[in-house]
């Protein structure tokens, strides 16, 4: 079975682990190591025959357009991964329409008449939940066609753990593990998780992906093909960089967190990729999208 592979494009600087740390003024300020690890990702992706989905922050598309067209030269699907990484559930309906807006013009500048690729939106930190539900419908005001911003990891009691990365709220209390159509034009593809002991578990990307051993990897995908799904992996430019600077006023669990195993992602995935199918969620739910 073919599976789904997306990357977030984001700066190191930019992860929420670190916005206590490094004020969202300050981020011209940074180095910025986002193009060089995205080429290593696209390097890796042509030598191994794979496409991927590549949801870019629109503050990185206005400064690197020509990294946004290196990524859809190599046959990837661009998707909007918003503009200034900011939390869903912390804008208004407003603010989040602008923020989206934003970021769709900023991927539109760097592939001037390519708008048709853009088909899908990853929130900042999987950031709709039951507080911004609202989000789904400015979605579909705005063209989007699917949604993979929910990590339905349900409690044994029902619901949705509220521990998403970076946020703080419920997620989406009556969310699917698997595709769900959210509304008439509009789809949810929520990250892979497996159930076990009652609830869900996130299993495939990020932090889940450096932290877990690739047996365990491997065997969560393997479950969730058996179950008749494609899995969704996730992964950031910045995942691949083991060299990136350090951020020493940072909490020390958010430094952990943020660094393990950094120095193994590459390999990871490359090993991963030469054992499952992977490719971009606009063709792998191709059915869904075209219903």
Known sequence: ???????????????????????????????????????????????????????????????????????????????????????????TPGEFGADLE???????????????????????AFSVTDDSRWALDVLRAHGIRYDSSVVPAVAKGGGVNGALRGGKR??????????????????????????????????????????LPLWMTRGAIRRINAEGQPAIVYLHPWEFDPEQPAVPNAPALARWRHGINLDRTEARLRRLLATHAFGPLCEVFAAELAS
């Open 102 to 124: 934003r970021s769709l013009e900023a991927i539109g500048r760097a592939l001037p008449g390519d708008g048709d690729r853009r088909l899908g939106y990853r929130a900042p």
């Open 170 to 211: 419920r997620g989406v209390t009556d969310a699917s593990r698997f595709a769900a159509r959210l509304a008439e034009g509009l789809w949810e593809f929520p990250v892979s998780t497996v159930h076990l002991a009652g609830r869900n578990w996130p299993v495939a990307g990020g932090g889940y992906f450096r932290l």
């Open 1 to 91: 079975m073919r599976n789904a592979l997306s990357i977030d494009v984001e700066e190191h600087f930019q992860a929420h682990a670190f916005e206590t740390a490094i004020a969202r003024a300050d981020w011209e300020r940074q180095e910025s190591r986002v193009v060089g690890n995205t080429r290593r990702i696209l390097t890796l992706l042509a030598e191994t025959g794979t496409r991927a989905t590549f949801f870019v922050l629109g503050w990185v598309a206005d400064r690197h357009p020509e990294l946004v067209r290196e990524i859809a030269a190599a046959g990837h699907e661009i998707g909007s991964h918003g503009y200034a990484h900011e939390l869903v559930y912390r804008q």
